[in-house]
């Protein structure tokens, strides 16, 4: 008996320790730098602007000085993204592929969608 479940416990933990290796080479799909087209849903906020951004093993970093990007994309894909620029805040979800991606986004008092592009 002592002997079957110390063999449950070292399955377990060898199913833990693989789950865990596998993990970022899933989101190293998505790794590079991505384009990101903002579009608003309300005409008195700014809409068309593009903010480059780059993903390093599912973790978002932004490549622009005059904004900050943070966030992290996970192994199917979906993102879940947070950019800011001085006192502007806005937060964005969606699902990328290896190329493309698309979502959705809201700040305080604006929203829409976006489209993402790999550079």
Same mark, same amino acid.
């Given at each position: 008996?002592?002997?079957?479940?110390k063999t449950i416990i070292?399955?377990?933990?060898?199913?833990?320790?693989?789950?865990? @290796?596998?993990?970022?080479?899933?989101?190293?799909?998505?790794?590079g730098s991505w384009n990101?087209?903002?579009?608003? +849903?309300? @005409?008195?906020?700014?809409?068309?602007?593009?903010?480059?951004?780059?993903?390093?093993?599912?973790?978002?970093? +932004?490549?622009?000085a005059m904004v900050t990007?943070?966030?992290?994309?996970?192994?199917?894909?979906?993102? +879940?993204?947070?950019?800011?620029?001085?006192?502007?805040?806005?937060?964005?979800?969606?699902?990328?592929?290896?190329? +493309?991606?698309?979502?959705?986004?809201?700040?305080?008092?604006?929203?829409?969608?976006?489209?993402?592009?790999?550079?």
């Open positions: 008996m002592q002997g079957f479940r070292a399955t377990r933990i060898l199913f833990l320790v693989a789950v865990a @290796v596998a993990t970022p080479a899933t989101a190293a799909t998505f790794d990101v087209q903002i579009a608003s +849903s309300n @005409v008195a906020c700014p809409s068309g602007s593009s903010v480059s951004i780059g993903i390093n093993n599912g973790q978002v970093a +932004s490549n622009n990007a943070s966030g992290r994309v996970a192994e199917a894909g979906t993102i +879940s993204v947070t950019l800011s620029s001085g006192l502007k805040k806005a937060i964005g979800y969606g699902r990328l592929t290896s190329t +493309s991606g698309s979502g959705t986004w809201h700040g305080a008092m604006c929203s829409g969608t976006w489209t993402a592009q790999r550079i």
